[in-house]
């Protein structure tokens, strides 16, 4: 049974299709290791070791950085991985007011006034 899926040759951690236990031989395409951690469903297990500031690698592209030194087998997840993606801090130089958010055009705030206001 294939415990872990892994996409990229490049990718160093795989993605968990069923809970992992610590102790526990994954293998994930060419690699196999053991599982450091109880790792659940959905999540990533490293498939070498990433060094803290190294990238992790899933799809073939980075997902994040390692916040700590993440060893073999370890599971990978927003305990030792800070995200890139969604971050919309990073890009974003102001906050929008609540108004755009909900309204992006402000064409539906306009047209559900004109419906609320009674007919003269």
Do not use: C
């Not at 809970?19 to 109880?38: K, Y």
């Not at 087998?73 to 609540?98: E, F, M």
């Not at 755009?100 to 004109?114: C, F, I, K, N």
Request: glycine share 10%; proline share 6%.
């Amino acid at each position: 049974m294939t415990m872990a899926i892994v996409i990229s040759a490049d990718d160093n951690v795989a993605t968990a299709l069923e809970a992992i236990e610590a102790g526990q031989t994954v293998r994930a395409g060419a690699t196999v290791v053991t599982s450091a951690d109880h790792i659940p469903r959905g999540h990533k297990i490293a498939l070498r070791a990433i060094p803290a500031g190294g990238r992790v690698i899933k799809y073939g592209s980075p997902i994040g950085t390692a916040s700590h030194d993440i060893e073999v087998g370890a599971h990978v997840h927003t305990h030792n991985v800070a995200s890139a993606r969604g971050r919309g801090d990073l890009a974003a130089t102001t906050n929008p007011r609540p108004s755009e958010l909900a309204h992006p055009s402000g064409a539906a705030a306009t047209t559900a006034a004109r419906i609320a206001e009674p007919a003269e």
